[in-house]
């Protein structure tokens, strides 16, 4: 069982390693090639391991974000979370302005479902950063903020769209890939200030932009071609 946890593991972090400096598309069908490989790998009876032998993290991961900052990382991580049988939760210092992301789940799904989420928390703030360097000639520190937040939210918006889309595409893995109970029960009993949703829709022209880039992706793009292939089979 341990060796075949690690193997989907390594697989899904070779997979965002070949996208490493991707473009929205490669983004995009690397965050959903990631969770058909966490389907396949949960889908074969043989190696699913019952909730209860497993053992629950819950653990903050290192990355924070304030209202000023980034804020729109605890929309994607309660996001990804949602689709990586996991549950988001935030924790924050009284009176300080930096909230830090954690997650909640089985051992197994935890460390896919981080993996996952820096892998997209890097490329959205990586956008965000490259709008806001395109425009600092023309508007104040305020405007470039809220250019990026735009983006960042649209972004989870039209990520949320595609994993939707994917799980109707693929109605089989609604059990296999859903929270586990025990998640669910201690995130419920972290309180609603620990808790938080997923994005809302913006029409702006950033967060549009963000929207076609967390939602557009052309099945006929394959990461595995050549080498990668052979690298994703090793």
Known sequence: MKNETVDIQEKIAKLLALAESPNEHEAKAALLKARTLMAEHKLRPE???????SRLIKRTIGITCTKMTN????RLSAIVAEYYCC????SQRAGA???????????????????IFRYAFAYVAARCKAIKA?????YPASALRAMADEYG?????GLKDAFMEQQQAHQSWALALSVPQPVL???????????FGNAVRDDSRFAT???QDGKRFDPSVKLGQGEQEAALAN
């Open 87 to 90: 549950k988001a939760f935030r």
């Open 153 to 157: 939210n649209g972004f989870c918006a």
């Open 185 to 195: 029960e201690l995130w419920k009993g972290m309180g609603k200030s620990s808790r």
């Open 47 to 53: 190696q699913l391991r019952p909730a209860e032998q």
């Open 134 to 138: 395109e425009n600092k000639e023309m």
């Open 97 to 115: 302005k930096k909230v830090s992301i954690g997650f909640i789940g089985l051992e197994e799904d935890f460390e896919v479902c981080v993996r």
């Open 71 to 74: 804020a729109w990382a605890t």
């Open 209 to 211: 932009e963000g929207y």
